[in-house]
RNA sequence: GGGCGUGUAGCAUAGUCUGGAUAAUGCACCGGCCUCCUAAGCCGGGGACCGUGGGUUCGAAUCCUGCCGCGCCCGCCA
């Protein structure tokens, strides 16, 4: 309740100075109250006790006393245990409430200073099947690509696709020994684990193939011109594939937000020159690197980061830098984000400072790596695609959509197949994106299929069924005096809703500081838990005073955008009918 | 061995940054609620020594620290 600390605070600042109480002793101890009854905001006294030589209840009697004129019209301050609490009055409520259902934005002001900021997130690999794993990076980024973007920021996205490297040489080989047309064919029908194991099997197990890889990578390097062909069927099928997935997903990710390990291969030179330039490069065991500091091997020795190998190859930590240099001074980026697992994090402190170090990277940039964690297996380990237990992720979508399809046709058979359809889709990709990006994402998770197509409880199923409730409230609707009639909040479930309506700011700018969205979905189901509350015991359309009626359609309409809002914040649709 | 992270009801999680009163939510479980604006819902109930031992504090799930469990990382893969 951010807006009630803001409304309260000048009073509670002119009674604490006629109390003699320094804003340095109580200025930190206001704070949202823990136990709702007693109102929306507390104050602890006993650490006042101290300064004061008082009992903390005494304390918070005399404060009590001194700022209830004062906070005349906003709020009822109380004193109980030592404790101040001070409770929203209606009438404030139903003024800031009304004042945030009248913005289009529910009160989310703008950044003040828009930042550029490039966001590097999904990022799969050329031939190779997404899997389950490949869920987190692109649902997480994706949100986070929209939250900072709903922000007045600009956006880039960047799918920093793996489509360069020893691989390729065998993915080539494979792809001649099938034929162009039927591998490109697999490919593009989404076999691409059958497709990368048989050429990962031959180069095990047929030192000519091995042989004929090896080769073709020198070849690769090299630009041949018939080897780029090749490759270039790969990475083009392998994309198509993609962006089916990501259709289906209802990513933001398109064309040309590709920017793969290739692009950025001829700057890896330069990558050497600069950071040699800068006195920072080092050999070290026949490779060029740089000790970064602060990281030890296990023998106890400084670790480096390898900039160029032994045999001249480069790998993926030059690759980064030379990201880091062209997001920074081609695209003017302020702030690099990298939604990438939990495992890498040392890599990306590494890269990081060797980038601070070399002067890449100043003061005025933001390099963070927005990790997460990993998805288990019910065995605790971290699911493998070579295991054979990982789930690949289109067949995930495909089953929550059939099972939302199940539901829906249960639930309102009425529909035309059309929309059914399409309510199915949005409920059943919400329904997985939601599970991931509710949980805090620098934590493991088990991967649970019940758990991931529930259509019950927190889920976004969940959202999205208040919101097409209030959908067809409207649509019996046909005045619309509603519109800019004042909300006037008399009910204790009209009270829960329009407070949880008032937090929605502060949810989110949690959500978009620390780059969590988890918090943006914990607050979304409170609002639609106040609104399912305030449904089930406040009428709306068959109330007879007009005023309720009109004040209570304005708070539906309000809720109705928050969570369209938030849900689209998410990547998640809001049907209007389910 | 070193580094990083993590441990909250049977299960899955929020809360930890910024310490406050009775630890929040969902699933599962028990009991109610559809002649009434969508029951994918609502109301009520039981269920937690917040891993564990110390410390700081008037006050600790939250801060510091020892230990234990688990996970990840520790030089030419990405």
Known sequence: MDPLIQATIPGIRQGMSTLGIEEDDWGSLLGPSTVSDHGDLAMACHSLARVLRKSPVD?????????????????????????????????????????VAS????????????RTIAIDYSSPNVAKEMHVGHLRSTVIGDAL????????????????????????????????DLGEAEAGGEISVGDLDSFYKSARGKFDED?????????????????????????????????RYFNEVYRLLDVLLVDADLMGESAYHPLLPSVVSRLSD?????????????????HLNREGEPLPLIIRKGDGGYNYATTDIACIIDRIERLNADDLLYVVGTPQSRHFEMVFE????????????????????????????????????????VDLLEESISRATAVVDEKNPGLGEDEKN?????????????????????????FDWSKMLSFEGDTSPYLQYAHARI??????????????????????????LARSLLSYRDSFESSARDLMPNRLCTHLLAISSAFTSFYENCPVLIVEDPEVRNGRLRLCDATARSLKIGLSLLGIDAPERM
């Open 207 to 239: 030192s000519d193939f091995a042989a004929r890889s090896r080769a073709r990578v020198v070849l690769l390097q090299s630009g041949d011109e018939d080897t780029l062909h090749l490759w270039k069927v790969l990475v083009n099928e392998s994309t």
């Open 471 to 496: 959908c067809s409230i409207f649509t019996k609707v046909e005045d619309s005096n509603w519109v800019d009639y004042p909300i006037n909040i008399n009910d204790h479930y009209e009270g829960r």
């Open 103 to 114: 913005d289009s934005r529910l009160g989310i002001t703008k950044a003040e200073i828009p």
């Open 422 to 446: 399409q309510i199915a889709r949005s409920v059943g990709i919400g329904a997985v994106k939601f599970s991931d990006l509710s949980n805090d994402r620098t934590r493991d998770y088990v």
């Open 145 to 176: 690509a929209r939250i900072l973007s709903y922000q007045g920021h600009t956006v880039i996205r960047e799918n920093h696709i793996g489509d360069w490297g020893t691989p390729f040489g065998m993915l080539i080989e494979h792809l001649l």
């Open 354 to 393: 060797v980038c601070r170090m070399a002067g890449l990277l100043g003061a005025g940039h933001r390099s963070e790596h927005v990790n997460f964690g990993s998805v288990l297996g019910s065995d605790g380990k971290v699911l493998k695609s070579r295991s054979g237990s990982a789930v690949k992720l």
């Open 278 to 294: 800068a006195g920072l490069l080092e050999e070290s065991g026949g490779a060029d690197v740089v000790f970064p500091g602060g």
């Open 59 to 99: 304390i918070a009697e005399d404060i009590c006393a001194a700022i209830t004129p004062n906070l005349k019209g906003f709020a009822q301050v109380t004193s109980m245990n030592g404790f101040v609490n001070i409770k929203a009055t209606n009438s404030w409520l139903s003024e800031r409430v009304t004042e």
